[in-house]
Structures are given as C-alpha cells and as structure tokens.
C-alpha cells in the first residue's frame, strides 16, 4: 500500500494536489475538510457543531474527526493506499493514525509538506472566498487564525514525521502543474 499525508498550512494547495494525487496514484483521497463540509451541508447534527468551530478558524476536536477517518478506513478495505489531505492536524490525530493503520498491517509512508509563506496563503484564500463562498475564508482576521491553529497545534507534526524519517518538504509556490511534479517525483521515489 501507498499511504501520503500531504500537509501544510490553510491555503498551501493540500486538496488541489490531492485531486490530482489520487488519479496519477490510484488512491483514495481522504480529506477531514471535505468530509466535514458534507455534514455541514448535509445540516446533520456533527456539521452543525463543527460549523461553529471551522467559522472561527479553530480546529474540530480530535475525537470527531479520527472517528470520520476510522470509517473511512474500514469502508474502502481494498484500496491501493490513502492520500491524507488535512489530517492529521495535531499530534493527537497522527498517533491514532498510526495505530489505525498498523491495526491494517500497513503505515505511513511519507508526509510531503507543502511550503508557502502566509501573505500568499492569505491572498490565496481571500480570492477563494470570491468563487467558493467559504464562510471560512471570507475574513482576513479568520484566516489569521487558521494559520494561528496550524503553526500552534499542526507545524509540530512535521517533527513528528522526521523523527520517523518520513518527511519531505516541498516548494508549494509556483504553478500547480510545476509542484504536482515536484509531488509526483517524491512520491515514485518513495514508491521504488
Ligand atoms: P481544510 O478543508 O483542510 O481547508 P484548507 O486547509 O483551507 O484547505 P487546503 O489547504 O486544502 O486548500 P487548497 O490549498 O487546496 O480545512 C478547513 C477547516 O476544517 C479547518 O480550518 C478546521 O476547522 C477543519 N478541519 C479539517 N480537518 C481537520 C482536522 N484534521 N482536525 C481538526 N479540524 C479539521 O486551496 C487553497 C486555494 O489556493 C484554492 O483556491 C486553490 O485554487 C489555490 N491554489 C492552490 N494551489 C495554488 C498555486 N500553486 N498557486 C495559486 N493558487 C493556488
């Protein structure tokens, strides 16, 4: 199995690659985000609670979305490998990760990190609000503390992943075909 965490801060181009990831790879692509915006948009009684959270820029507890991805895991027993787009998120979510996975007799095979400055991220998700209507990006200070979140509760896990010599770092700024190559050659040499 080939299992990819793509990682990096709100904005730094994590579900744009994983799209194009999962065709080239044959993958699943698992993406928390996504996963809780259906709930949202499905009014369900999780995506109201979470709706409350994702608008104030703040990240969803750890036990609401390991048990999305414990379901999801358990509903795609034949996949080829998972693509992890924005999870896990904190070192909480990447320990149970780990456990889930080994419970499956497979693991992690890299986290390729994508590296983009926050002016550009900020850019970015404003100019998102304008086509997508993302509540959560509609406002700079929102976005701030996204990025807030992420360099308090996710940049650690990058340690978390060297320590286990499973991390690569890769410039997110550019075209997105220019860094989906970038993607791509890490992940064949991972995959050799
Ligand atoms: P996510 O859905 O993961 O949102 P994101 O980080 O904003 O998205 P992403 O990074 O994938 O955006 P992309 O670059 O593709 O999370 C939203 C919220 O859900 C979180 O704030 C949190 O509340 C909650 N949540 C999700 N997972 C959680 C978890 N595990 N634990 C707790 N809470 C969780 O796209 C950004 C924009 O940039 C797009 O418009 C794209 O077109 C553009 N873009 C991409 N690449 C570009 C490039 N190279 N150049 C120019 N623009 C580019």
Do not use: C, W
């Amino acid at each position: 199995m080939l299992n990819i965490v793509i990682f990096g801060p709100p904005g730094a181009g994590k579900g744009t690659q994983a799209k194009k990831l999962v065709d080239k790879f044959n993958l699943i692509h698992l993406s928390t985000g996504d996963l809780l915006r259906s709930e949202v948009a499905a009014g369900t009684e999780l995506g109201i609670e979470a709706k409350k959270i994702m608008d104030q820029g703040l990240l969803v507890s750890d036990e609401i979305v390991i048990g999305m991805i414990s379901n999801k895991l358990d509903s795609n027993p034949d996949a080829e490998g998972f693509i992890f787009d924005g999870f896990p998120r904190t070192v909480a979510q990447a320990e149970a990760l780990d456990s889930l996975l080994s419970g499956k007799n497979t693991s992690i095979n890299q986290m390729l990190a994508l590296q983009v400055d926050d002016e550009e991220l900020i850019s970015r998700l404003l100019k998102r609000a304008e086509t997508e209507g993302r509540s959560d990006d509609a406002d700079e200070s929102i976005i701030r503390n996204r990025i807030q979140e992420y360099n308090n509760k996710t940049a650690p896990l990058a340690d978390y992943y060297q320590g286990q010599g499973k991390f690569s770092a890769i410039q997110g700024t550019g075209s997105i075909d220019d860094i989906f190559d970038k993607l791509t050659e890490a992940i064949e040499q991972i995959a050799l």
